[in-house]
Structures are given as C-alpha cells and as structure tokens.
C-alpha cells in the first residue's frame, strides 16, 4: 500500500517522542538552573516590552487628544503635484 509511509510519518510515536525530551528536560542540575534563569529573563523582557507598549499607546493617545491651538472646522487643505526637478532647493530664487 503506497499510503503507509505517509500514514506512519503522520503519526509519530508518541512514547517515544516523550521519552527523548524527558532526556533533555531532566538535565544536571547547572542545566535546570540556566533554564530557569532563561526562562526568568524571557518572563522579565516580555514584562518590561508590554510595559514599554502600553506606555507607548497611552502616548500616543494623549498626542491624539492634544489641542492643536486652532480651529479645525471649516479647515480646506490641498496637495499641489509639482514637477521632479522644477525646484532643486527649497530657498526661494
């Protein structure tokens, strides 16, 4: 049957898979403590990221919120298309 071998590599053995990172997890003692002070690191950096993201955001929204110092009704704005190379400074001729 020409399934078989997709059948079989769809479904591992699980006992085993298991009993090969059991290895890795049960390492030596030095092992299980940079693990944990790795795990601690990655526990303080995603802390100190989300922090930093929410005071981001609440920055962000403060900005939002700030008056600009002038009335925005019956404000027209427009963009001029001027040609590439018409004026090569900004200074006035």
């Given at each position: 049957?020409?399934s078989?071998?997709?059948?079989?590599?769809?479904?591992?053995?699980?006992?085993?898979?298991?009993?090969?990172?059991?290895?890795?997890?049960?390492?030596?003692?030095?092992?299980?403590?940079?693990?944990?002070?790795?795990?601690?690191?990655?526990?303080?950096?995603?802390?100190?990221?989300?922090?930093?993201?929410?005071?981001?955001?609440?920055?962000?929204?403060?900005?939002t919120?700030?008056?600009?110092?002038?009335?925005?009704?019956?404000?027209?704005?427009?963009n001029?298309?001027?040609?590439?190379?018409?004026?090569?400074?900004?200074?006035?001729?």
């Amino acid at each position: 049957m020409e399934s078989q071998p997709a059948w079989q590599l769809s479904h591992p053995p699980i006992s085993e898979l298991i009993q090969a990172n059991s290895t890795k997890v049960t390492g030596t003692a030095r092992n299980r403590n940079t693990h944990r002070v790795l795990i601690a690191g990655q526990v303080a950096l995603t802390l100190l990221l989300m922090a930093g993201a929410g005071a981001a955001m609440k920055a962000f929204v403060a900005l939002t919120h700030t008056p600009l110092g002038f009335e925005t009704d019956h404000l027209f704005s427009l963009n001029v298309a001027l040609p590439r190379g018409a004026y090569p400074t900004w200074q006035a001729d």
